[in-house]
């Protein structure tokens, strides 16, 4: 109500809609998913209110050696399964940037991309992704209850590249391509 509230009178909030991706005429070369028709579709179901709940950090002040350990070893066999297993850490990527990076163009429009970071989708798409990303994780490391940690922007602390992703090239959490140009910029 306050947001409402402070608005000026004259302030306009607009928003489009955003279509289905057409998944028939991707605009990828190496993200795009594979059409399946064999894949028995299996409707979600919310957790119990029995289930134990995750906890997760803030990224910069990650310093439990056996959490670390075991968010490594997840990442390893994510990137260890075959390249054709949908847990597989590319396969992953590939979701988020099927859908985050312009891959696909909406239905009845073939120049619009479907980009959910430009649209009213980013925080469902995103809060869908992180789930399902952190339950792969943690069936991995038999460990139900295992968290993601986030990245906490609020904290001065928090602005910069948390420790947990920098301290070596050895370290499964670092994807060298990306780590190289965080470095950097």
């Keep these: 109500m306050a947001f409402r509230n402070s608005l000026p009178k004259t302030a306009t909030i607009t928003t489009f809609p955003l279509l289905a991706p057409d998944i028939t005429n991707p605009n990828c070369t190496n993200c795009c998913l594979p059409i399946t028709t064999n894949i028995k579709i ?8 029995s289930d134990l709940l995750r906890h997760r950090q803030a990224a910069h002040k990650v310093d ?17 399964l075959p390249a054709d297993d949908q847990r597989n850490f590319m396969q992953q990527s590939n ?6 990076d312009g891959a696909y163009y909406q239905v009845g429009f073939p120049g619009l991309q479907f980009q959910v970071h430009k649209s009213w989708l980013f925080f469902p798409f995103h809060r869908w992704y992180l ?6 994780s943690g069936k991995l490391i038999n460990d139900p209850t295992f968290a993601l940690p ?10 910069q590249l948390p ?20 470095r950097v910029g």
């Design 64 to 80: 439990n050696v056996e959490y670390l350990v075991k968010y490594a070893v997840a990442i390893e066999r994510m990137k260890s």
């Design 95 to 100: 979701v988020h940037r099927a859908y985050c």
């Design 163 to 182: 420790t947990m992703y920098a301290k070596s090239n050895s370290n499964a959490l670092i994807w060298a391509s990306q780590t190289q140009n965080m």
């Design 150 to 159: 986030f990245w906490n922007y609020d904290d001065p602390d928090g602005m």
């Design 42 to 49: 299996v409707d979600f179901v919310l957790p119990r209110p």
């Design 131 to 136: 789930y399902f990303y952190e339950k792969i």
